[in-house]
């Protein structure tokens, strides 16, 4: 469709002893040293191959290194087992979503919200989920929620006209993201989304002023050509 062609606390716990503590996971945490972290959790599963936690561990940790197939086979398992805490279904959810399994990463992101994930995040994950199906009415459902969470300003109008430009709206579109182009001139998606906006109004000048550094004029009249095909 042309509308989408415009259109991603580990706690250690232990008692009082003189035996020290194993930091070995917190500090691969905080070096974000994910490919150790994988191998340290690989061991701790061998010693535990019951441990649904450590598998979501497991899970996040190869979501994180992008190897979206690790973590699909662990999510796959987990849910098979019922296993389900809405920090877990979140998870679950962004796996899916990388996976192109756009129903069942909506399915699994609402069931998170029902256990009671409620950050902004998730909103926008849903929010670009729906947009990416057409479904712009709970596209902007999702959007509206998370900038009533005080999701990043910025974010959250580019989202939302993006939504406009997919249902030709593009008045809407210029006039949400006039204000916040001329706070953050330098956000080239911003940027970009605004010029079409404003070429599908034929406001020609005004688009090449704000793409004057990214295209040459040559460059610019292909743009003009292949967003009027759209």
Same mark, same amino acid.
């Given at each position: 469709m042309k509308s989408r062609l415009l259109i991603v606390i580990l706690l250690l716990s232990g008692c009082a002893s003189q035996t020290p503590?194993?930091?070995?996971?917190?500090?691969?945490?905080?070096?974000?040293?994910?490919?150790g972290l994988s191998r340290y959790y690989q061991n701790q599963l061998q010693l535990n191959p019951n441990d649904n936690a450590l598998m979501a561990k497991m899970a996040d940790t190869y979501f994180?290194?992008?190897?979206?197939e690790s973590a699909r086979f662990y999510t796959q398992h987990l849910t098979e087992l019922g296993y389900g805490d809405s920090a877990f279904l979140?998870?679950?959810?962004?796996?899916?979503?990388a996976s192109e399994q756009y129903e069942l990463a909506i399915s699994t992101y609402q069931k998170a919200k029902v256990q009671g994930y409620n950050n902004a995040d998730l909103d926008i994950s849903l929010g670009v989920l729906y947009g990416s199906l057409g479904d712009f009415d709970n596209a902007l459902?999702?959007? !509206?929620? +998370?900038?009533l969470k005080g999701f990043d300003d910025v974010a959250i109008k580019n989202n939302i006209a993006v939504i406009y430009i997919a249902r030709q709206e593009y008045k809407q579109a210029i006039?949400?993201?006039?204000?916040?182009?001329?706070?953050?001139?330098?956000?080239?998606?911003?940027?970009? !989304?605004? +010029?079409?906006?404003?070429?599908?109004?034929?406001?020609?000048?005004?688009?090449r002023q704000i793409l004057e550094r990214d295209y040459s004029d040559a460059e610019f009249s292909l743009l003009l050509t292949a967003i009027a095909a759209l």
């Open positions: 503590v194993d930091t070995r996971e917190v500090d691969l945490i905080a070096a974000s040293n994910y490919q994180k290194l992008d190897d979206i979140y998870l679950a959810g962004k796996v899916y979503m459902e999702q959007f !509206n929620q +998370a900038r006039e949400m993201l006039t204000p916040i182009y001329e706070r953050s001139p330098d956000n080239d998606r911003l940027r970009m !989304n605004l +010029a079409v906006a404003l070429i599908k109004v034929k406001d020609y000048g005004t688009a």
